[in-house]
């Protein structure tokens, strides 16, 4: 989720767009791997990620392990987890057409809308090279709009790998251009469901703040609430259900900056249930052991990635101006996840 900015390639990015050109990696060491330099070991993981590049990523403090900053000669150990940022490489050089299975939901001359599954990343990066959506779309059209002079050609918006829903691409110039001025305009309509950790104190709210890179642990985004850095940042949300421990909601963006919904709740400690870079991955709320902690131990196995799902999309048509409005369905692993809470506050309840 970043913001639009139309620039041409004669026009730099500016510290803060640059700041937001970063692909995020994890990844978790083995049990049976021996002790290794984390810089030779995190190369041979990426594809086409030189030993160099993961060695200035270490000087910049863009990786962690354990959330600790560590130098290139640490030695990797089994359980590690290793988070990663690397700025994204030129799209001209990756972008190859691919044969996918879409979920369409709508297209013609102007414009495709996608119903992105989880684990699919949308733009090629480091270490996705294929398999994304855009290589899918390219699949499809053939060709995208440059449009911005960007990475991330027909696109306007974006949402995170392991978050599902709706995304509208462009597919030519104008498009391209009146699209971005709407997302710029704040005139989109973008509502997305998420499971919370915590029972939210209000049924109704607005989260605030500015959004940046975190000072210290560059893999993840920061709230400063005295606006000192970052970009301004609001999300509203309401209550859908309560089960006492998680609350489902409905998150509207006014804004669209990195991980900002994910960022937003986690800032007001109420992180997103299964959210691995912000602490919904453990037991926030409940005990700690027995049945409930079973209970939630299973849950992150039906759903291994924050409980975020991009469900209503409305846009302009760039070339009608009529107001189009598009919804889906929650994936399958938050359905399952919803009910699963749903029954567990019912059986408590009739105890």
Wanted: charged share 30%.
């Amino acid at each position: 989720m970043n913001k639009p900015d139309r620039k041409s390639p004669s026009q730099p990015a500016s510290a803060s767009e640059r700041d937001e050109l970063y692909e995020h990696f994890r990844l978790e060491v083995p049990a049976g791997q021996s002790p290794e330099r984390i810089d030779r070991y995190v190369t041979a993981k990426l594809e086409n990620v030189s030993r160099n590049k993961v060695q200035n990523a270490i000087k910049a403090g863009n990786m962690v392990v354990n959330d600790r900053p560590v130098k290139a000669n640490y030695k990797v150990r089994p359980g590690d987890v290793i988070r990663l940022l690397l700025p994204y490489a030129p799209y001209r050089e990756l972008l190859k057409g691919e044969k996918m299975d879409l979920d369409i939901v709508f297209e013609d001359e102007h414009v495709i809308v996608v119903n992105k599954p989880a684990g699919m990343v949308v733009h090629p990066a480091h270490g996705h090279y294929s398999g994304t959506l855009i290589n899918g779309i390219l699949g499809h059209v053939e060709q995208l709009p440059a449009g911005s002079g960007n990475e991330r050609p027909g696109l306007v918006h974006r949402i995170d790998k392991d978050t599902t829903g709706l995304l509208v691409v462009a597919k030519n110039e104008q498009a391209m251009y009146k699209l971005a001025k709407q997302f710029a305009e704040k005139t989109t309509e973008r509502r997305y469901v998420a499971l919370v950790w915590g029972d939210l104190p209000d049924d109704t709210g607005t989260i605030t703040g500015h959004i940046g890179r975190h000072p210290k642990e560059r893999i993840k985004m920061h709230v400063f609430p005295d606006g000192s850095q970052g970009k301004a940042s609001v999300t509203h949300y309401r209550v859908l259900e309560r089960f006492g421990y998680v609350t489902l909601v409905e998150a509207r963006l006014e804004t669209g900056r990195t991980h900002q919904i994910r960022v937003h709740f986690a800032h007001q400690g109420h992180p997103l249930f299964g959210d691995t870079v912000y602490g919904g991955d453990r037991i926030v709320k409940g005990l700690h052991s027995g049945p409930y902690r079973r209970f939630v131990e299973n849950s992150f196995k039906i759903l291994p990635r924050q409980a975020l799902h991009a469900k209503t999309l409305g846009f302009r048509h760039p070339a009608t101006e009529e107001f189009m409005q598009f919804d889906s369905e929650l994936p399958d692993d938050m359905r399952q996840v919803i009910e699963r809470w749903r029954r567990y506050v019912s059986g408590r309840k009739e105890l």
